[in-house]
């Protein structure tokens, strides 16, 4: 198996899982994130107990990118420090834009690595980074829903072809 049918895979079956699907009881956090141009809507729930994120899941909705993300995430900071999340979502962020290439840096990323591919598809970028995005403002104390279309150009999505470097995360 090559490594992108491997990646293909992985994200598959992380859109699927169920294990990090569910409300956290007693979360400290929650937050709706919501990307309009492909439907996708996801509120993120974690719990920080002695700056140590201890439980987190995600209910909602959308496509196999955003749900596999959302869940490989979610995988990878449970039991982590709020610092350690944030260097994740620094990593994660810069692999989609493409500034970190370096196998032994996006490594840390575990399977979310798989999410790499993303990165060439500037239709999906949106779809991947929406949870990372959400995770990032929860934990800077934002709650509610989030829209991450309304802060951007109101364009349904098209807004990464236009932009100059095409991957632009705003
Ligand atoms: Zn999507």
């Not at 996801?42 to 719990?47: S, Y």
């Not at 140590?52 to 596999?68: E, H, K, L, M, P």
């Not at 032994?104 to 995005?133: F, M, N, T």
């Not at 104390?141 to 100059?164: F, L, P, R």
Request: glycine share 8%; net charge negative; proline share 2%.
């Amino acid at each position: 198996m090559d490594l992108k049918s491997l990646y293909t895979q992985i994200i598959t079956e992380n859109s699927r899982a169920t294990h990090n699907r569910h409300p956290v009881i007693g979360a400290t956090n929650s937050l709706e994130g919501i990307n309009p141009s492909c439907g996708d809507d996801i509120t993120l729930q974690f719990k920080v107990e002695n700056d140590i994120i201890v439980d987190a899941g995600f209910i909602g909705t959308g496509c196999a990118i955003s749900q596999a993300s959302a869940s490989l995430m979610i995988d990878l900071i449970k039991g982590k420090s709020v610092d350690e999340a944030k260097h994740y979502i620094d990593i994660f962020f810069g692999m989609i834009k493409g500034e970190i290439k370096e196998d032994e840096v996006i490594d840390e990323l575990e399977d979310a690595a798989a999410l790499q591919g993303i990165a060439v598809v500037p239709a999906r970028v949106k779809c991947a980074v929406l949870s990372w995005h959400t995770l990032e403002e929860a934990l800077e104390g934002k709650s509610g829903v989030s829209d991450h279309e309304a802060s951007e150009n109101d364009d349904a999505g098209s807004s990464y072809e236009e932009d100059g470097d095409g991957l632009s995360l705003n």
